[in-house]
């Protein structure tokens, strides 16, 4: 079975797991949507709002600058442990199925993620400005390498099941911060 056909199946399951919690028939879980599209928005669109309240808004609550680049790091590597996401990230999930299929549930996942790169590159952004990362550093590329460094822990993890990956992907963030610093005299 290809991925895609393994994320719908595991869609599928779970929709159908809901539908016996809350009473409902199969039949009737799916009423309440449009089409798969409009289910495959709405998944994503909720995603998302948990996503910003489990990653996002606790980072928030921490220092400006190095240490809230740092809360966002080590809350997205707690995202991808949460049990809720049995598959892994339901974002590298949907990105394999929808790359190449455009349409409403591509350009949700999409712009959810340049979201996510404008507030990786704003924290960056803000540690210039707190004095913690240099002055020259190009902030957007540093979001870029924060969040490859990511999908690479996601591939060696659930992939490779490289029982290394969280640890390789903490040196990779380290030397990463340690490249963006100010330099001390």
Do not use: N
Request: hydrophobic share 45%.
């Amino acid at each position: 079975m290809r991925k895609g056909e393994l994320t719908h199946q595991t869609i599928l399951e779970t929709a159908v797991r809901l539908a016996e919690e809350l009473g409902l028939s199969k039949s009737g879980l799916f009423a309440h949507f449009k089409s798969k599209t409009e289910l495959q928005v709405q998944v994503l669109e909720a995603a998302t709002v948990v996503f910003t309240e489990r990653v996002i808004r606790p980072a928030l609550g921490r220092a400006r600058g190095e240490p809230r680049v740092r809360a966002l790091f080590d809350g997205w590597l707690t995202w991808d442990r949460d049990k809720l996401l049995e598959g892994g990230c339901i974002f590298v999930a949907a990105a394999a199925e929808l790359d190449d299929a455009p349409g409403p549930a591509r350009d949700t996942l999409v712009q959810g993620q340049r979201d996510w790169l404008d507030c990786l590159a704003q924290a960056a952004r803000i540690a210039m400005v707190e004095g913690h990362f240099r002055k020259a550093l190009d902030v957007e590329q540093f979001a870029h390498d924060q969040y490859a460094v990511m999908l690479g822990f996601h591939h060696a993890k659930r992939l490779m099941r490289d029982p290394q990956a969280e640890a390789r992907a903490r040196r990779a963030f380290e030397a990463l911060v340690t490249a963006a610093r100010t330099p001390t005299s």
